[in-house]
């Protein structure tokens, strides 16, 4: 083991979470078995949190397929104008200062978020576009963030960073591109560049 | 001679009890792994309440899942693998809900904030968890697997459902932010 390992076991030791409550315990070995094949029936409350929580999920898919249809049909940039920061905005206004990157792959969209609220307002908006054969994904991130894809049994991560000259420069583990050379990032296609301000 | 009660049943003899119907079988499975999977699901959600919530789903959902499990499929694998998406799936419920939940609190004017009073932490603690908060939960997933489960980088890819090579980058990068944050 190396003494980077060694030093990361040390720190991370840390990490723990105290000893288990043994009702709450109790309570999951309960709710597991009945799970398993008892038709005890759940508390009511607990089904109330479900439907809760199933009504959250169901809410904010609803509203990432009505976004991307807005994004797609009627925000749809005309030929010529390139990078469309309006899916971005939209996202931004739902998520402020959580948000971390907007990936559209067709007509799925992935949104990134911190788990806690940053200052992001300084960091210049970008638009990476990976192209494979008839397929187009668009990531919305900014400046200096970290983005990762996995798509298809491809996994990739890259850094955008926004030059002083207005390029834009694609990061990845070991290799910094420039676009548009023609370099491909993992198999894909790419192309980069910064967005314009989204009058609110 | 052992006492009966005292042989230590393989995982597989459990699991096909368990798939048999017999209840006894998964709830052994349920007391052998329940604490390794609630610290674990800790080490990604960083919340005490968060990680008994993640470990009891987990656990509902091996039991409804157990009958399918294929056989020759590790156990505890699998069972960490659950584990990661339910963890996963908390944290995208945790970011919209703390959206609302924000709002809520602004729009009341206050009052009293929820808490995690259980365990407070210590300053190094804190340090050390805002640290942690600071990785993705993908990098903590990681982290969690190699460094507190110890496994190899392929093992912990198998666990956490991504390439190998997936999992050795999240480490690097998850290291590279500890060893910044802490060190500084």
């Known amino acids: 083991m190396s003494n980077q390992d060694e030093w990361m076991k040390k720190v991370l030791a840390g990490v723990q979470a105290g000893p288990a409550d043994l009702r709450v315990k109790s309570e999951a070995r309960r709710r597991a078995l009945a799970a398993f094949g008892d038709d005890r029936p759940e508390p009511a409350q607990h089904a109330t949190v479900q439907a809760w929580m199933l009504i959250s999920t169901v809410t904010v898919a609803v509203a990432l397929v009505v976004l991307a249809v807005d994004a797609l049909l009627v925000h749809e940039p005309k030929p010529g104008v390139s990078g469309n920061p309006q899916l971005l905005a939209e996202m931004e206004r739902l998520f402020p200062r959580q948000l971390d990157a907007v990936i559209r792959d067709g007509d799925k969209v992935d949104v990134e978020l911190f788990e806690s609220p940053r200052d992001t307002a300084v960091d210049q908006r970008i638009l990476v576009t990976l192209y494979d054969k008839g397929r187009k994904i668009e990531v919305f991130t900014y400046s200096g963030h970290e983005v990762c894809l996995e798509r298809a049994g491809a996994h990739l991560c890259f850094t955008p960073l926004l030059t002083g000259d207005g390029a834009v420069l694609v990061v990845t583990d070991g290799s910094v591109m420039k676009s548009p050379n023609g370099a491909v990032l993992a198999g894909f296609q790419w192309s980069a560049q910064s967005l314009p301000e989204v009058p609110s | ?184």
């Open chain 2, 1 to 184: 001679m052992f006492p009966l009660d005292e042989i230590q049943l393989s995982d597989a003899l459990l699991v096909e009890r368990a798939r048999r119907g017999e209840k006894d079988g998964f709830e052994s499975l349920f007391d052998r792994y329940y604490e390794r999977i609630r610290q674990y699901a800790y080490r990604i959600v960083l919340e005490h309440h968060a990680a008994d919530d993640v470990a009891q789903e987990t656990f509902i959902r091996a039991a409804r899942k157990l009958p399918g499990l294929e056989q020759g499929v590790a156990f505890l694998s699998w069972l960490f693998t659950i584990a990661s998406n339910v963890a996963r799936d908390y944290l995208r419920r945790q970011q919209s809900q703390r959206a609302k939940a924000f709002a809520a609190y602004q729009e009341q004017g206050g009052g009293e904030r929820p808490s995690e009073s259980q365990c407070a932490p210590t300053n190094q603690q804190t340090r050390l968890l805002r640290a942690m908060q600071a990785l993705s939960p993908s990098q903590r997933e990681a982290v969690a697997l190699v460094y507190f489960e110890n496994c190899s980088h392929g093992e912990a890819a198998k666990r956490a459902g991504c390439a190998e090579s997936t999992i050795s980058w999240r480490v690097f990068l998850a290291k590279r932010t500890l060893k910044k944050l802490l060190t500084s």
